[in-house]
């Protein structure tokens, strides 16, 4: 007897996890194509005012959306990726250095 109520549950439970799975998938699927990251609902309806709010990673320097891949890698050598990196941290280092260097100045 016990076995039988086993099998039910499992059963319902499978199923249900199946068909979560599936629209899951095709929400996924439904975001991907529109380029919609997420959707700010206003007023009091919420359906004549839904707009697209894009992701600010999204947007280049003026408010404009990217319509270009975002992760694309190019093969250097590691001797040029060190010099990038070196003249980065020199960069960096050289501004830090100099607001830092009179503390007692406050």
Known sequence: MWHI???IAFAVLAILAITN???N???LGGNT???QSFQAKGGVGGSSSDRRVPHPELLDQDGQMIREPL???R???VKDAREQLDSLYDGQGSSLDDSDSDPDLS
């Open 33 to 35: 194509r529109g380029g």
């Open 25 to 27: 998938l095709i929400l």
């Open 75 to 77: 093969s250097i050598s």
């Open 5 to 7: 109520v086993y099998i």
């Open 71 to 73: 992760l694309v890698m």
């Open 21 to 23: 799975l599936v629209r």
